[in-house]
Each structure stands twice: as structure tokens, then as C-alpha cells.
């Protein structure tokens, strides 16, 4: 998985994440197996429906997009800890490559926790300082 993280104003990364093909072939499989499970097709038992018939009941683009939902939570949770990132709130998401035989790429952007410096604190007390000698 390749991870590149751009910075923009107040505070916000957008994150372009890539997803190998490999993951993808698997997250269409394992999206295949779970819609045949949910739907009924006259014919078949629950949870047996070829995948052929699979897309022509139900489409191509509703298989890639359950495969979609499988893939990116887990990415970008692998994104966030490889870019040491912590965000406040969810991330907005578009799908830039979502196909069969192509690696999926998308962008999140997110809002993350703004880093503070502190600057130099010296604690001066006078009258602290006039107790202590006497």
C-alpha cells in the first residue's frame, strides 16, 4: 500500500492512498461471497449464486462498491498509523480508481489535531523569593 500525505490550509492532510491490485481481486472476492449471501435469486440457495449471475442480477458497480466498503476502513486506518497521524473528525473520501484490474486509489481528508509549541516559561514570584530568605 503506498500512502502520500499532502498538507493544506487550517490544519487539514489529504491523504492519497493505493491499494494493490492483489487486495483489490481478494476485497471483490470476499464482497461476491457476501452478497450472495444477502440476496435471492430464484434457482440458487443462499449463499451459492455464481458470481456471472451475481453481477448481471445485481451489477458490476454495487460488487466493486461493497468491495470499496471493505478495503478503505482498513487502509485508512493502516494510512493514519503509518503517517502518525490523529484526526478529529471523518474524512471525506473520493474514489479516484475503482476497477477490477486496476489498484484502487482514493483520497481522504481529514482535519487532524492541530501540534502546539509552547514557548519559553520562566515562573518569577517576588514575594516567594522575599519569604524564603528570612
Known amino acids: 500500500m503506498k500512502v502520500t500525505a499532502e498538507k493544506l490550509d487550517n ?4 491523504l492519497e492512498i493505493e491499494v494493490p491490485q492483489a487486495e483489490v481481486a481478494k476485497a471483490i472476492d470476499q464482497a461476491c461471497r457476501q452478497l450472495a449471501n444477502q440476496v435471492s435469486i430464484p434457482g440458487f440457495r443462499k449463499g451459492k449464486v455464481p458470481r456471472k449471475i451475481l453481477e448481471q442480477r445485481i451489477g458490476k458497480e454495487a460488487i466493486l ?16 498509523d503509518e503517517q502518525e497521524l490523529d484526526p478529529v473528525t471523518r474524512p471525506e473520501v473520493e474514489v479516484v480508481t475503482l476497477a477490477e484490474d486496476q489498484p484502487l486509489v482514493f ?21 516567594f ?6
Request: proline fraction near 4%; hydrophobic fraction near 40%; include cysteine.
Open 107 to 127: 483520497k481522504a481528508t481529514v482535519t487532524v489535531k492541530p501540534e502546539v509549541t509552547l514557548g519559553e516559561y520562566k515562573m518569577s514570584c517576588p514575594s
Open 129 to 134: 523569593e522575599m519569604r524564603a530568605s528570612i
Open 65 to 80: 462498491n461493497e468491495a470499496f466498503e471493505l478495503m478503505a476502513g482498513k487502509a485508512y486506518g493502516q494510512a493514519l
Open 11 to 14: 490544519h487539514k492532510m489529504t
